[in-house]
């Protein structure tokens, strides 16, 4: 029976994350990185600027910078209140899909809700999705895409889901190319018999993906991002391109193959990290660092904990019957070896925030499944000191991921007050009056509007990563 009381507490301990959350991003400057190089070009006209877009080698991404212009114009040049006003209703966004999808209904299901929210944004591959923007975050643009399919296809069928889903994989498909994953949800979740796309639906996705593939290789000629793009993690360090080339130009599939394993190992047991191995590292030199320790032991408690649920449901999985929360862990399951297979060309935590995301979905609803029974007694009461013990560590993630976004607010603003030797370093030209104006406004946002944080030199030491 529904218990609205229980409803009401699952959601507001969403806003109380969502509201942290939003009051550290609203302190964060507009970082100079990624963010101000991009806006440079948002001044192009409209029909050169979406030719532009359509047309770059290595990377398909067109809606990605028309979201981007569209809210940089919008903006009136008050360009912090607009793009961060954006990244915070994100933020929302996620938590709210996050407890729809989880269906809080009942006090044991509310119990469980603080340990899912915990995982959802303390896991290290989110972590990316706030203390980073593009200056929209396009990676927690498509952990929205993938939870928002899974609540249309797990949802009732109603007219017009098919048309909502074609859209909502192009949007994604086009913006990054993790956002092919809505694809996978969507067929993941009709495989589990899951019927809110119908069909046809699903034969216009099929369509969807195969016009996808065909424009980015056939018509545009696209391509994939080559070994010198960018540097990548391997082993225990991170190689820059010119070593990648040197070590991977005749074997790519040898490497493309570590950073799908890699980013597969990152999810669910906390290391490696950016494809490199930094705690196992440690133990071999002696030292290992605590943080990364307990990073390890939390990821791999909860992934204990959705196989433990898994084995227990398999019978039933084996009959082809799903319950909802069956159907959310299977998404899991189904969503990680794809989210792992598109981080080939490159290893990086935040593209894995997908996958973080389900796992937490996975996570909730295993804990009040096993960790929150009916039944009273000794079992019981050591189920519930397992589920205290595992949303303390993964609350300890949680707060140390607003450790991260203080220090966060000291950097951003170091970067403003030496901008110039970074435009410098870059070779940028902001010689343009529409290019200096911009620096000026931002530089005067990030220094002078913007207050201060006060020190946190005891985080910059002891902050988890």
Known sequence: MTSRAAVAASYGAGALVALGLALALLAIPIQVSDSFGNMLKLSTPWPQFVVQEFTQPSYLRPFLWMQLKAVYDLSGGHYFAWFRGVHVLQVVLLVGLFLHLVRPRTWRDA?????????????????????????????LTVVICCLA?????????????SA??????AYAA??????????????????????????????????????????????????????????????????????????????????????VVASGLSVVFGEPRGGVFRLTDGFRLGAPYPSLLATAVASTAVSALIAVF?????????AWQFTHDDRLVLLFLALLPANAVISFPYTKDVIMSPAAAFLALAACVAARQLLIPSAAGGRRVLALAACLVL??????????????????????????????????????????????????????????????????????RRVLY
Request: hydrophobic share 55%; with cysteine.
């Open 111 to 139: 119990a469980a809700v603080p340990l899912g929210l915990a995982v959802l944004v303390g896991h290290h591959a989110f972590a990316g999705t706030v203390n980073e923007a593009f200056p929209i975050n396009t990676f």
């Open 391 to 460: 949303s303390i560590a993964w609350s300890v993630r949680l707060l140390s991921l607003h450790v991260e976004l203080r220090i966060a607010q000291h950097k951003v603003r170091e970067e403003w007050a030496y901008v110039d030797d970074w435009i410098a370093l870059q070779r940028l030209d902001v010689s343009a009056p529409r290019a200096s104006t911009l620096r000026d406004a931002l530089r005067t946002d990030a220094l002078l509007v913007r207050d201060p944080p006060g020190e946190l030199e005891w985080a910059r």
């Open 174 to 259: 086009l913006s990054v190319e993790s956002g092919l994953l809505v694809f996978v949800v969507f067929v993941a979740a009709a495989c589990t018999g899951a019927r809110g796309v119908p069909r046809a639906g699903l034969v216009a996705l099929v369509a969807a993906l195969a016009g996808y593939f065909a424009l980015r290789f056939a018509v545009l000629d696209v391509g994939t991002p080559s070994l010198s793009e960018r540097a990548s993690g391997f082993g225990f360090s991170v190689l820059d391109p010119p070593e990648l080339a040197r070590r991977f130009g005749d074997r790519r599939l040898a490497f493309y193959a570590y950073n």
């Open 149 to 161: 399919a899974a609540a249309l296809a797990l949802g009732p069928e109603r007219r017009g889901n």
């Open 310 to 318: 898994a084995w227990r449901r398999l019978a039933a999985w084996r």
């Open 164 to 169: 909502v889903a074609v859209i909502l994989f």
